[in-house]
């Protein structure tokens, strides 16, 4: 009787397992086959070539995960894939032009195939955020960045923090929203260094 | 002349406001405000009609190599049926065996019942100064028999709830340099870029809503635009290579949006800014 029992329960739980397995297999084929079918799905088209389909390894994981809740392990895992990549200032400084900044936060060409390839290339970063009070056409995506660096302190600190955070914001929270744009080389280590000062010069209007 | 005058006024009245230290968020709601009022002037009229009138006129006429018009095309509801039909797309064809957009349809019926080449028939999906879109307004008049229709797209044969799955993945695929997918834009609510709305379309609300107003005559362009259109325009803006017309990723996205939208009445073409 005993015996019987037990060979149930393991058929039972090999049953399971099994129906586990399968419904877990099956989501990764519709996935592969997703990705394949995208690949025969497009053309080339000016500076973006097909290869802008491939994905690395956040984009991959981040898609993986995209409909559930992210592992914490795997989160930290691409924090800390990211966090490796940033490249910090060479000369310490981390402060640029807020006024190139501002133009930088509003230009929103750069990386489509409509694009001219030889720029300009903006950080679109109105798109999602609001920065200064005057600009009043500011998106939601993003919280607000408005007074910036007048809650954070006007230190080394809270400019590094943006500096990184634009250069890779999946290092600080795993698949972000926000672009990796250091990273990804959509902008310059020196409009990176314009955005910062956009966000922490006492000077600038985000700041007022 | 009165308009004018209110004008001006309107103009006096705002700088006497920011004379009064307008505020951020003031200015904020005056701007959406002013949005949502250009909005509903554009109500008004629509020449999307303008459109509409020339497909029915390319839908009834005889063309191309075998001079036959598209009384022969089934979209679905039998030949020369076009009341209602893009409600139920996209849809598992079984001449064709394969599941198609109502754009697709349009040109399957014109390479094997009006001798076009495959490569002719993809000719100009999308129009532009100078050049209309043949595609555009077939589409314009074909869906403007479906306004009012509920949306009631099929999910019944396997390749029907393939072309499903495979759009609910494509719709979080992230890629590109900027890690875009779809959902990056358009899987919360109440979210917008500049001041433009974004529609949650993991939500059925928010893909009824969507869905049920593509086509649109696009006021900025001076075109009316259909979903192929949207799909190819979102990509670029995604920093993707471009989107083929009709390919089969254009439709499994198509079918799980308009799929999403079932239930609702739909309600095209629109007209947006």
Redesign the interface.
């Known amino acids: 009787m005993r015996k019987h029992f037990l060979l149930w329960g393991c058929a039972g739980v090999i049953a399971v397992a099994m129906v586990g397995c399968a419904t877990a297999q099956s989501d990764v084929d519709?996935?592969r086959?997703?990705?394949a079918?995208?690949k025969?799905?497009?053309?080339?088209?000016g500076q973006?070539?097909?290869d802008?389909?491939?994905?690395d390894e956040?984009?991959r994981l981040?898609?993986q995960y995209?409909?559930k809740a992210l592992p914490k392990d795997v989160a930290e895992m691409i924090e800390k894939l990211n966090t490796a990549s940033i490249k910090w200032p060479a000369d310490g400084k981390w402060l640029g032009d807020w006024k190139n900044g501002e133009r930088i936060a509003q230009e929103g060409r750069g990386?489509?195939?409509?694009d001219d390839p030889k720029g300009p290339v903006g950080g679109n970063c109105?798109?999602?955020h609001q920065l200064t009070?005057q600009e009043?056409?500011?998106?939601?995506?993003g919280p607000s960045l408005?007074q910036f660096a007048k809650l954070r302190g006007y230190t080394d600190e809270t400019r590094k923090y943006a500096y990184g955070k634009i250069w890779n914001a999946?290092a600080y929270s795993a698949c972000s929203?926000m672009?990796?744009f250091g990273h990804?080389?959509?902008l310059t280590e020196q409009q990176i260094k314009d955005l910062v000062a956009l966000l922490t010069d006492p000077d600038s209007p985000v700041n007022k | 002349m009165q308009a004018m005058k209110v004008r001006r006024a309107g103009r006096a009245v705002l700088a006497a406001c920011a004379a009064a230290a307008m505020t951020a968020a003031l200015a904020q709601t005056s701007a959406v405000d002013e949005i949502a009022k250009y909005r509903a002037a554009l109500q008004d009229g629509n020449p999307a009609e303008l459109w509409e009138a020339r497909g029915e006129d390319l839908w009834k006429a005889p063309r191309g190599p075998k001079n036959v018009s598209f009384v022969t095309c089934d979209l679905g509801q039998g030949p020369g049926v076009v009341k209602g039909t893009y409600a139920q797309l996209p849809r598992y064809f079984a001449d064709a065996d394969r599941v198609m957009d109502l754009e697709t349809r349009l040109v399957y019926c014109m390479v094997t019942q009006q001798g076009y080449t495959q490569p002719d028939a993809m000719k100009g999906p999308f129009g532009g100064p100078g050049n209309k879109s043949d595609i555009e307004a077939l589409v314009a008049y074909v869906t403007s028999q479906s306004r009012g229709v509920k949306m009631n797209v099929p999910l019944a044969h396997p390749k029907e709830k393939e072309a499903f799955a495979l759009g609910e993945k494509m719709f979080v695929y992230r890629g590109g340099t900027h890690d875009f997918s779809c959902a990056t834009c358009h899987a919360e609510d109440g979210k917008r870029i500049r001041l433009q709305d974004l529609p949650n379309l993991m939500t059925v609300a928010g893909a009824q809503k969507a869905y049920t107003t593509w086509p649109a005559y696009r006021v900025s362009q001076g075109e009316l635009r259909t979903f192929q259109w949207r799909l190819n325009d979102c990509f670029r803006q995604q920093r993707f290579p471009e989107l083929i017309f009709t390919s089969d990723a254009s439709i499994a996205l198509t079918m799980y949006l308009a799929r999403n939208a079932n239930g609702a009445a739909f309600d095209a073409p629109a007209i947006k800014r």
């Open positions: 519709v996935s086959q997703a990705a079918v995208l025969s799905s497009f053309k080339a088209n973006a070539g097909l802008r389909l491939d994905q956040t984009q981040c898609t995209a409909n990386k489509q195939f409509s109105y798109a999602c009070p009043v056409s500011y998106g939601t995506i408005y999946d929203n672009p990796r990804s080389q959509i």
